[in-house]
Structures are given as C-alpha cells and as structure tokens.
C-alpha cells in the first residue's frame, strides 16, 4: 500500500519561503512520478510541479517553485521563494505514472491528506 504523507505547511508572511515535504512509503514504483498540488479556497486543484525519474524530467508552473526528491529517504520536496497571497491553499503530493499529465485522471493517482499553506500580505 503506497502511503504519501505531506508536512510543511504553515502561515508565513508575503515574500517568505517555504519548503514542503512529501514522504513516501510502500512499494513506489520507478514508472510512478511524484507530483504536488494546491487547492485555493474557491478553486480547482491544480498541478504545480512534478518530477519524473524514470523520464528524467521535472515540470513546475512558476519559476519561485522547485521540486526535488531525496532518494535514500524517499521523500519529495517542494521549496516555495517569494511566496505570494495568491500562493494560499492546500497543498497536496500524489504519486502514479501519469502525475505530470495535466489530462490524467487523478482517480487514478495515490493521494496524501494536503497540508496547508496561507500567505498573509
């Protein structure tokens, strides 16, 4: 059973910074790519950054993002700079062999609980 549990989340003023954790546990799969998601109040959960070892790749959506995986602790991160009230929601990681597809069905992805993340200005 593949289990994701985020941390990290937190209040922190405009302009700070903050770095999210995703740990993994159980059989992942080298097909299976990590990926994080924020859900605003009001709105859609959208994606905001992948990774994908078994391509090679990763995807963010705004260049104040970056994601990173430490192997030996099975763990991915999502370091957050300059953030912005726009920044607010929850924040969720999911695993699955087509996270980094903006047209996947997230049914299809293991999901952790979201952590939540507020921006104050």
């Known amino acids: 059973q593949l289990q994701l549990v985020e941390s990290g989340g937190g209040l922190v003023q405009s302009g700070g910074s903050l770095i999210l954790s995703c740990a993994v546990s159980g059989f992942l799969s080298h097909s299976y790519a990590i990926g994080w998601f924020r859900q605003a109040p009001g709105k859609e959960r959208e994606g905001v950054a992948c990774?994908?070892?078994?391509?090679g790749s990763t995807n963010i959506v705004d260049s104040r993002y970056a994601i990173y995986k430490d192997n030996f602790k099975n763990t991915v991160f999502l370091q957050m700079d300059s953030l912005k009230p726009e920044d607010t929601g929850i924040y969720y990681c999911?695993?699955?062999?087509?996270?980094?597809?903006?047209?996947?069905?997230?049914?299809?992805?293991?999901w952790g609980q979201g952590t939540q993340v507020t921006v104050s200005s």
């Open positions: 999911a695993a699955g062999p087509k996270v980094c597809y903006s047209d996947a069905d997230p049914e299809d992805h293991h």
């Open positions: 990774i994908n070892d078994s391509e």
